[in-house]
């Protein structure tokens, strides 16, 4: 009810939902991103804003190599223990995966404020994509082994490295991502946040019913029916919830809009 499951989640003995921990995350960073740009926006601090981003990115990174060195190294490696620490103190926590959400911030204040950031993100968009494609690389192999010291402490910041690079090329008008159009990945893209609130609950109904038939529920058969079930299902509430709420919305947002107009 207050999005803070993510603090102090037990995933060995309460993991039920535990995917909500990053909706609680991102409902976090609705709520504070906005307030602070308030803050900065009124002061002449908002053009230090890329500076206070790579500070939090860094905060972030200390703050995990302090929970490791705190929390992290007494246990027993590989121990309930050390599984129960890990995913608390280190994955969980808001404060420990800032990487992300401060490259995409950090990402749109260049591109909205920075004329030579764009100018060289739009004349070297296939560059940076390749460039990101070797930073992911290089990530896939630091966090081979998840649990690992440098995978905990540094393979979130370059996680959210690899991947911004990709993002910016995505959005450079000299990308071959940019020219590019894909039916199919732009439903799933609309489906996908559907899918993520659903999926979770979505595969233990598919797998209790085909437990009940006495059929395999771990098999590439089971796989690929609940891949199909949430698909299904994210369509279903698509039709059924999103595209009536936003109809409302849009209708809301027009009348304030045609009010304003009058009233001026």
């Not at 609680?24 to 991103?33: A, D, H, K």
């Not at 966090?143 to 690899?162: D, I, K, M, P, R």
């Not at 299904?232 to 107009?261: C, W």
């Amino acid at each position: 009810m207050t999005f803070t499951q993510n603090y102090g989640l037990d995933v060995i003995n309460r993991g039920t939902f535990s995917h909500a921990w990053s909706l609680c995350i991102e409902e976090q960073f609705y709520l504070f991103l906005p307030l602070l740009l308030l803050i900065l926006a009124k002061t002449r601090l908002f053009k230090y804003l890329p500076v206070m981003l790579i500070g939090v990115i860094t905060f972030s990174l200390m703050v995990r190599i302090a929970m490791w060195n705190q929390y992290i190294i007494p246990v027993q490696p590989d121990s309930l223990d050390f599984w129960r620490s890990w995913y608390m103190k280190i994955y969980y926590p808001t404060h420990t995966r800032l990487d992300g959400l401060g490259m995409g911030v950090l990402i749109g204040y260049l591109m909205q404020y920075s004329s030579g950031f764009k100018k060289i993100v739009h004349h070297r968009g296939n560059m940076i994509f390749l460039l990101g494609l070797v930073l992911l690389g290089i990530s896939f192999w630091i966090c081979n082994e998840q649990t690992s010291e440098t995978a905990s402490v540094f393979g979130f910041t370059l996680v959210a490295l690899s991947y911004g690079f990709i993002v910016v090329s995505a959005v450079s008008k000299s990308s071959f991502l940019y020219r590019s159009k894909s039916y199919i990945t732009a439903k799933l893209a609309a489906l996908s946040y559907a899918i993520y609130l659903s999926h979770k609950g979505i595969i233990h109904m598919v797998q209790v019913t085909l437990d009940k038939f006495n059929i395999q529920t771990a098999d590439n058969i089971c796989l690929i029916l609940c891949l199909l079930a949430c698909i299904a299902a994210a369509v279903l509430y698509t039709i059924l919830i999103e595209k009536p709420f936003s109809g409302i919305r849009s209708g809301i947002l027009k009348d304030k809009e045609k009010s304003t107009l009058q009233a001026d």
